[in-house]
């Protein structure tokens, strides 16, 4: 093999493993932000949303609606924030809607019942993977 395609494999490989890493650390960061929020922070009940919008992207959809709730100072917040579908479920069964935020930024919030996802962990291995073999 020349020393110019060896080359390029490696580039490959190291940018591959490179771009993995970066993936496993945000997925690693959301997940770690996401169980932070829910064990310190504190709980509201949003009131029920009127309007949402929605986003279809790969077959999933997202939504998007302004979230009015009062913080345990008193504090009324109107947040837009996006959801997924099972809390819309949720509002349309009618049922209290919990979320948890931050008392030193009562603005960002996460809904209780959210579930971390591990996608973004996933791809970043994949990539990894994809790139030490195939390469």
């Known amino acids: 093999m020349k020393p ?6 490696l580039l490959f490989k190291i940018a591959g493993v490179l771009a993995g890493v970066v993936f496993v650390a945000f997925g690693m960061q959301e997940r770690s932000e996401l169980s932070r929020t ?5 709980h509201a009940v ?3 949303i009127t309007q949402y919008t929605e986003f279809k992207k790969s077959g999933s959809s997202t939504y998007t609606a302004e979230f009015h709730y009062k913080t345990d100072s008193g504090q009324q917040m109107v947040v837009k924030h996006s959801f997924p579908e099972e809390i819309l479920a949720e509002f349309k069964a009618h049922r209290p ?4 935020y931050m008392p030193n930024d009562p603005s960002t919030f996460v809904f209780v019942k959210q579930q971390s996802s591990w996608t973004l962990v996933a791809v970043g291995c994949a990539l990894m993977l994809a790139a030490l073999l195939l390469a």
């Open 4 to 9: 110019s395609r060896q080359q390029g494999k």
């Open 38 to 42: 829910l064990k310190l922070g504190k």
């Open 46 to 48: 949003v009131e029920p």
């Open 97 to 100: 809607v919990e979320i948890a």
